[in-house]
Nanobody, 122 residues
Framework: QVQLVESGGGLVQAGGSLRLSCAAS????????MGWFRRAPGKEREFVAA????????DYADSVKGRFTISRDNAKNTVYLQMNSLKPEDTAVYYC???????????????WGQGTQVTVSS
């Protein structure tokens, strides 16, 4: 089992920045690919970014590429999502998740946090 707890969400104006954190406990953190997903009201869950266990490879959705950065600190069992140049369309509940394979498909992720709300005002 892996337990995941997100933090860092909040309300920010368009153009602003936020950094989300996801603290993990349980099994060996570095064994897992970590991903960030989001769900906006009335929309499907959407892939945002993923990072391999070593942190050497990352993947981003086109909608956030160049604005968001995923990183991890395996010594702290934490994955981060730095979000810059935020837009109102980034408003969503953001979830971190853990998987054994790198994937953009949420069904590949076995463990999920409870989510943190990000609201971007125009």
């Amino acid at each position: 089992q892996v337990q995941l707890v997100e933090s860092g969400g909040g309300l920010v104006q368009a153009g602003g920045s936020l950094r989300l954190s996801c603290a993990a406990s349980g099994r060996i953190f570095s064994n897992y690919i970590m991903g960030w997903f989001r769900r906006a009201p009335g929309k499907e869950r959407e892939f945002v970014a993923a990072i391999t266990g070593s942190g050497g490879n990352t993947d981003y959705a086109d909608s956030v590429k160049g604005r968001f950065t995923i990183s991890r600190d395996n010594a702290k069992n934490t994955v981060y999502l730095q979000m810059n140049s935020l837009k109102p369309e980034d408003t969503a509940v953001y979830y971190c998740a853990a998987s054994g394979i790198i994937s953009r498909n949420w069904v590949s992720y076995s463990y999920w946090g409870q989510g943190t709300q990000v609201t971007v005002s125009s």
